[in-house]
């Protein structure tokens, strides 16, 4: 008798209804799309839309499963902006608000380490990011490219993330966009 195993995985292949979500919001923009694809299929637990997003895209990442979010953010210079933040768990969202709601954006070490985390970013990575930003690794980069962090050399994580980060980034190119 064979053990079946609990966890699935990553389809090739969406169905029809999360087709045409990811084609409306590559027509939006193509990160926003590889994002919301990611996060859907719990690669990401949180990601972050630092753009305007309006009803439209919202209610897209919504149908797709995801709650959203609007943060109202701070630069240091004292301008105000909204980003969007969308997950599949509302704590992750809920956590996120909580800290950074009405702050000003900082790259502390703090800051990091509740993003990197959030952000499903691996541990040893967050940690060399801290101690030396963008230090060099021995990733290629058409890999760097499509992670949404920082590599660190050494890391066992991020080689296991790949093969699903390409899959999706894949999908998502070769998708094409909705007819207006």
């Not at 801290?130 to 890391?155: K, M, N, T």
Request: charged share 25%.
């Amino acid at each position: 008798m064979t053990e079946r195993s609990s966890h699935q995985r990553v389809p090739d292949k969406w169905d029809r209804a999360i087709q045409a979500d990811i084609r409306a919001l590559k027509n939006i923009d193509f990160e926003l799309a590889y994002l919301a694809l990611l996060t859907h299929e719990g690669l990401k637990p949180l990601s972050r839309w630092e753009k305007p997003l309006g009803e439209p895209g919202q209610a897209v990442l919504t149908r797709m499963g995801l709650h959203v979010e609007r943060v109202h953010r701070k630069l240091r210079s004292g301008k105000a902006f909204d980003e969007t933040i969308f997950g599949r768990s509302a704590a992750h969202l809920e956590i996120y608000a909580q800290h950074f709601r009405n702050r000003a954006v900082d790259k502390s070490a703090e800051t990091v380490r509740v993003e990197g985390y959030l952000f499903g970013y691996p541990p040893c990575c967050i940690a060399q990011y801290i101690r030396q930003a963008y230090a060099p690794h021995e990733f290629p980069v058409d890999q760097q490219r499509i992670l949404f962090h920082w590599s660190c050399r050494g890391c066992v994580i991020t080689p296991t993330l790949i093969p699903h980060y390409e899959r999706i980034h894949r999908f998502v190119c070769d998708l094409g966009t909705a007819t207006p």
